[in-house]
């Protein structure tokens, strides 16, 4: 089993910054694809972010590009999501999330790609 916990959520204004970070158990991390998803009230899950084991490969939203940056330490078995330019419209729980299958090729994009999540941490963005 794989537990994730996410932290660094928190109130920012418009135009600030907040680091998430999310610590995974298991000796396996390196070879995870990890990823961000959030979720705002009474919305879908969306997809933000994700990263290969080797941090070779990298995809964002396009809403969030240019701002948003993933990257991960397998060191420490940890990925984070720098948050630069907030927005009120980035205000949502976010969730990191899991990948382990092997050789996986395929899509990132939806709450299914994923073996395991987090519990969430809150971002709250307003003045």
């Known amino acids: 089993q794989v537990q994730l916990v996410e932290s660094g959520g928190g109130l920012v204004q418009p135009g600030g910054s907040l680091r998430l970070s999310c610590a995974a158990s298991?000796?396996?991390?390196?070879?995870?694809?990890m990823g961000w998803f959030r979720q705002a009230p009474g919305k879908e899950p969306e997809f933000v972010a994700a990263?290969?084991?080797?941090?070779?490969?990298?995809w964002y939203t396009d809403s969030v590009k240019g701002r948003f940056t993933i990257s991960r330490d397998n060191a420490k078995n940890t990925v984070y999501l720098q948050m630069n330019s907030l927005k009120p419209e980035d205000a949502a729980l976010y969730y990191c999330?899991?990948?382990?299958?092997?050789?996986?090729?395929?899509?990132?994009?939806?709450?299914?790609?994923?073996?395991?999540w987090g519990q969430g941490t809150q971002v709250t963005v307003s003045s």
């Open positions: 298991g000796r396996t991390f390196s070879s995870f694809i």
């Open positions: 999330a899991a990948n382990n299958r092997r050789n996986y090729s395929g899509s990132l994009y939806y709450t299914s790609d994923y073996d395991y």
């Open positions: 990263i290969t084991g080797s941090s070779a490969n990298t």
